[in-house]
Structure formats: structure tokens, C-alpha cells
């Protein structure tokens, strides 16, 4: 099992009559892309402002790589907050440059390190440009890159895909995966479950102040898993509820091209094996997958 590289124990935090927190505990494992998920008003962005310093709990506390973190930590984290902050009226480079020497990088490290990333993510003729001259993608490119720049032990994206078109979207998402291989730690916020689902190797989901729901994507999943089951079979037969037993109930059945696809839930104590061996004596049958839920139906069916 990993080791924890920031833990949270019961933090609580409250703003005059509301409980923004309220003994929250989290576990983000070392080199992991962890989930921060919840509705809005949850309590997410509260606990991330905690986690960058920004705030201080009321009570409970922060650990980082197993000590209580302090306000020098800052320095190893870098942070892409959902409201982006670039200076309009400056020019893109010059403030690139600026942002990362406050990050510690000398201006010679600071200005090959931000040539690659420029060139990576096709901006680089936008340097001498105005920040207010990009569009909101280019802008968030650009934010992006001072986040990462200095290869922080932690980094915090708060809905980091929104404004981006699919494709850059889907650029994003694979840098995010390769910071992770290069060993960075990730908390990943987002409403976004497919993205969750994409890149996420753990989650919590924050509701009401509390953490409700907390683990690896895969085992909640499984968690989750109702005994429902898709098989598709050869042909059409609309008489096919006379092939079932009572413990197997049809809850969805489609025509596709020329075969049936159907939706059974079996009961608690059956195995799909014995649904197989009653359709076989009248169908041919093509395939049969168990139903997993998505992270999006285990989200509405956990918040609700």
C-alpha cells in the first residue's frame, strides 16, 4: 500500500453560522491522482485553501509526508485554482517568467523550462502577445504551465478541464498523467465523473460538509455493483420474459440490427452462468458483460 503523502484529520472549518467542514479526514496516497469530488457548496475549495495555507482549520490538522505542515510547504505545491488570475494587461512571457521565479527558479532555468512547455503546448508565437490578446484556453495554458513549472511534490487542479475544447482537454489530461509518472502527487477536483473515472486512482466525495464516500475508483465501483448483467443474442424473440425464472427480471430489452440485447438483474444468491445455461437452449448467444456503475451513477445514488 502507498504511504500517504498529505493526510487530513478532522479539520473543521465554519464562516459565522456555516459548518464549511466538519471533521473532514482524508488519506491522498503518494504518486496517486486522487478525486476531490462533491456537489457545489460541498466543502472542496474550503479544504483545498487549507491545504495551500491560504486558511487555517479551526481545528484538526495537516500532514505532509507524515509531519504537520507548515507555511514554508507552500513551496512544494503547486496550485491551478478553478477562478485563473493572469495579469491582463502584461505581456504572456514577461509574466510566465515573472510567476516562476517567485517559484524559486532562477531566470536562465526558468526561461528553458518555459520555452519547452511553449513549444509543447503550441504558444510560444504568443509570448510577446498581451495576456488579454489570448483566448480563455491559451490564458489556461499558460496558468497551467506556471503551476507545474517548478515540479512540485503536490499539485492541486481545481477543475482544471473547464473552458477546454475536447482536444485540449484530452492534451491536458495526458500531461496530468505523465506529471504522475514522473512521481507527482495529484488532487484532482471536478464535477466532471468521466474524467474522474479516466485518471483518478482514488477518490472522497465531500458532501454537506462531510466526507460520505472515500477509496480506490476500481473498489467502489465494485462496491457499488448490483448483479446486473447484458446479454446479447442472436435473433429476435418477443417472447422471451417465458424464458426467464423468477429470480432473473428483464429490465430492458433492444433490438440491434438483428440481435437482441437485453438488461437482467439477477438476484443476490445467482450467477450469470445459470441465466447462460437457460438462454443457450433456445438462443445463440453472442456476448454477456456485468453492468458496473459509473463513478457519475454511484455520485447521484451517494449524494441523493
Not at 61 to 69: A, Y
Not at 102 to 110: Q, Y
Not at 143 to 166: A, C, M, N, R, Y
Not at 231 to 238: A, P, Q, S
Given at each position: 500500500?502507498?504511504?500517504?503523502?498529505?493526510?487530513?484529520?478532522?479539520?473543521?472549518?465554519?464562516?459565522?453560522?456555516?459548518v464549511?467542514?466538519?471533521?473532514?479526514?482524508?488519506?491522498?496516497?503518494?504518486?496517486?491522482?486522487?478525486?476531490?469530488?462533491?456537489?457545489?457548496?460541498?466543502?472542496?475549495?474550503?479544504?483545498?485553501?487549507?491545504?495551500?495555507?491560504?486558511?487555517?482549520?479551526?481545528s484538526?490538522?495537516?500532514?505532509?509526508?507524515?509531519?504537520?505542515?507548515s507555511?514554508?510547504?507552500?513551496?512544494?505545491?503547486?496550485?491551478?485554482?478553478?477562478?485563473?488570475?493572469?495579469?491582463?494587461?502584461?505581456?504572456?512571457?514577461?509574466?510566465?517568467?515573472?510567476?516562476?521565479?517567485?517559484?524559486g527558479?532562477?531566470?536562465?532555468?526558468?526561461?528553458?523550462k518555459?520555452?519547452?512547455w511553449?513549444?509543447?503546448?503550441?504558444?510560444l508565437?504568443?509570448?510577446?502577445?498581451?495576456?488579454?490578446?489570448?483566448s480563455?484556453?491559451?490564458?489556461?495554458k499558460?496558468?497551467?504551465?506556471?503551476?507545474?513549472?517548478?515540479?512540485?511534490?503536490?499539485?492541486?487542479f481545481?477543475?482544471?478541464f473547464?473552458?477546454?475544447?475536447p482536444?485540449?482537454?484530452?492534451?491536458?489530461?495526458?500531461?496530468?498523467?505523465?506529471?504522475?509518472?514522473?512521481?507527482?502527487?495529484?488532487?484532482?477536483?471536478t464535477?466532471?465523473?468521466?474524467?474522474?473515472?479516466e485518471?483518478c486512482?482514488?477518490?472522497?466525495?465531500?458532501?454537506?460538509?462531510?466526507?460520505?464516500?472515500?477509496?480506490?475508483?476500481?473498489?467502489?465501483?465494485?462496491?457499488?455493483?448490483?448483479?446486473?448483467?447484458r446479454?446479447?443474442i442472436?435473433?429476435?424473440?418477443?417472447?422471451?420474459?417465458?424464458?426467464?425464472?423468477?429470480?432473473?427480471?428483464?429490465?430492458?430489452?433492444?433490438?440491434?440490427?438483428?440481435?437482441?440485447?437485453?438488461?437482467?438483474?439477477?438476484?443476490?444468491?445467482?450467477?450469470?452462468?445459470e441465466?447462460l445455461?437457460?438462454?443457450?437452449?433456445?438462443?445463440?448467444?453472442?456476448?454477456?458483460e456485468?453492468?458496473?456503475?459509473?463513478?457519475?451513477?454511484?455520485f447521484?445514488?451517494?449524494?441523493?
Amino acid at each position: 500500500m502507498s504511504k500517504s503523502l498529505i493526510e487530513a484529520r478532522d479539520v473543521v472549518k465554519a464562516y459565522s453560522n456555516h459548518v464549511a467542514l466538519d471533521k473532514v479526514s482524508i488519506s491522498v496516497p503518494e504518486n496517486h491522482i486522487f478525486g476531490l469530488l462533491g456537489p457545489n457548496g460541498a466543502g472542496k475549495t474550503t479544504l483545498i485553501r487549507i491545504i495551500n495555507q491560504i486558511t487555517a482549520p479551526d481545528s484538526g490538522e495537516l500532514l505532509l509526508d507524515g509531519r504537520k505542515m507548515s507555511n514554508l510547504d507552500v513551496e512544494q505545491i503547486g496550485y491551478l485554482p478553478e477562478e485563473r488570475g493572469l495579469y491582463r494587461k502584461m505581456k504572456v512571457g514577461e509574466q510566465a517568467l515573472y510567476l516562476a521565479q517567485l517559484k524559486g527558479l532562477s531566470r536562465n532555468d526558468a526561461m528553458k523550462k518555459l520555452k519547452f512547455w511553449f513549444n509543447k503546448f503550441d504558444i510560444l508565437p504568443w509570448w510577446d502577445k498581451k495576456v488579454e490578446e489570448l483566448s480563455k484556453g491559451m490564458q489556461q495554458k499558460v496558468q497551467f504551465i506556471t503551476t507545474v513549472l517548478h515540479e512540485p511534490k503536490l499539485l492541486i487542479f481545481d477543475e482544471p478541464f473547464s473552458g477546454f475544447d475536447p482536444v485540449n482537454a484530452q492534451l491536458l489530461k495526458d500531461e496530468i498523467l505523465e506529471l504522475k509518472k514522473k512521481g507527482a502527487t495529484i488532487i484532482f477536483s471536478t464535477h466532471n465523473m468521466s474524467s474522474v473515472e479516466e485518471i483518478c486512482d482514488d477518490i472522497a466525495l465531500i458532501n454537506k460538509s462531510k466526507v460520505i464516500l472515500e477509496g480506490n475508483v476500481t473498489d467502489i465501483k465494485n462496491t457499488y455493483k448490483s448483479n446486473k448483467f447484458r446479454f446479447m443474442i442472436e435473433g429476435k424473440n418477443d417472447s422471451l420474459n417465458g424464458d426467464l425464472p423468477q429470480w432473473a427480471e428483464l429490465l430492458d430489452k433492444k433490438e440491434k440490427k438483428d440481435n437482441l440485447e437485453l438488461m437482467i438483474q439477477l438476484e443476490e444468491d445467482h450467477k450469470p452462468n445459470e441465466v447462460l445455461k437457460i438462454l443457450m437452449k433456445e438462443h445463440s448467444i453472442l456476448g454477456f458483460e456485468e453492468q458496473i456503475p459509473s463513478m457519475n451513477d454511484i455520485f447521484i445514488k451517494v449524494v441523493s
